[in-house]
């Protein structure tokens, strides 16, 4: 019998389908037994009488644990009851591979020990649903970018030089060489934004973060656009038009995930531009009108953000920082050349930046000036020298954090939860 997949199970109303999938869980009553079996697209509720199955066959249903593989085949109707909508009636069932002990059991467990048993976990209801976000969120990505034309130009991960300071790099070894794992691909993409005209590289990236906050890993992937002839204006522009067409894929598409979630989408579906933009001046004046001690030039810290994302109901994009809170590349402004054209996306819900971006610096005397004030190693910048000896043009970029975007959206308060295998300071298994 061909399999079908429970996720198509609507439209075999009154079939008989065959299920490969795994005992989600069991309970009997009497000569009846209600088997919910998933089989990696959904749920589904098999009921066997006793009487329309052979003996052995019934005898097996009560030998069945938790996460042994069966597979399942019998009629399909519609129940309003049923998880899913749908129940199955048992006809025929097989045993394909046994589970003893399944460690991750109904009952509650520490998230050290989910953490250790991770390629287990994953099988778990409300993990299972964060993970089909997250593809939902990295499809609709490629998609925003691909139907306005840019061209996905990915990035070097083994790099030379540091683009966002020098205190989170992981240093490899290099054939005796040093290189470094990369922190954005952002260098890259400007070279690309040249050849190109608009451009995204999207994959993983790294940082030696010695923070153990709910909002910091190690590794985590970043999407990075970056347009040639594009201003700080057209940027946020930009930015409130990706973020909202990322909530509205995900409140489209992945209803039923965000239900497992038990997520309150009202506050997403607010998500919508144009998004209110302040200055870093304004952000300082209402940090202090809240009785922050806040320091003018410091970056946000994460009670800075929270407080400051609270007086929003959208993201808020914050822009015009003091140069020195932020990275060598970022164009000055004209009128105050003490504040860099960056622009940082809060999110709201207490969930952080989640982009940070910036009109780059197009002069050749004044991003190699930067260069050396920043202390970075000249022969490793040549090439990106070059970007502003032949050609160079006004032009703007952000990243995207993908971990961060998918927690806010999945509301799961740890963005742990949003990766499939998240790398910490403290963990790297499994
Ligand atoms: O603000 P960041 O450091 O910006 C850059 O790297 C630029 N070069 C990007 C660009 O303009 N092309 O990082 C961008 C985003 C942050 O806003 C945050 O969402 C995420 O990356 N991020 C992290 N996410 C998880 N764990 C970490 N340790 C992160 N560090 C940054
Ligand atoms: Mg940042």
Known sequence: MKQTYIEDIASHDGEAVEIRGWLYNARSSGKLRFLLVRDGTGLIQAVAFKKDLPEEMFNLIDQLTQECSIIVRGSIHADQRAPGGYEMSLQYIEKVGGAVDYPITPKEHGVNFLIDHRHLWLRSSKQHAALRIRHEVVSAIRDFFNQRGFINLDAPIFTPAACEGTTTLFEVDYFNDKAYLTQSGQLYMEAGAMAFGKVYCFGPTFRAEKSKTRRHLTEFWMVEPEVAYMDLDGLMELSEDFISYIIERALENRKEELKTLERDTS?????????????????????????????????????????????????????????????????????????????????????????????????????????????????????????????????????????RTIGWICGTPHIRETIPFPRMMYRIRP
């Open 267 to 403: 506050k997403l579906e607010n998500i919508k531009p144009p998004f209110p933009r302040i200055t870093y001046d304004e952000a300082h004046k209402l940090l202090i009108e809240k009785n922050f001690n806040f320091r003018y030039g410091d970056d946000l810290g994460a009670p800075e953000e929270s407080a400051i994302s609270e007086s929003f109901d959208k993201p808020v994009m914050i822009h015009r920082w003091p140069a020195e809170a932020k990275a060598f590349y970022m164009k000055r402004d004209e009128d105050r050349p003490e504040l860099a054209l960056g622009m940082d996306m809060i999110a709201p819900e207490d969930v952080g930046e989640i982009i940070g971006g910036s009109q780059r610096e197009d002069d050749y005397d004044i991003i190699l000036q930067r260069i050396k004030e920043h202390g970075l190693p000249l022969e490793a910048f040549d090439w990106y020298l070059d970007l502003r000896r032949y050609g160079s043009v006004p032009h703007s970029g952000f990243g995207l954090g993908l971990e």
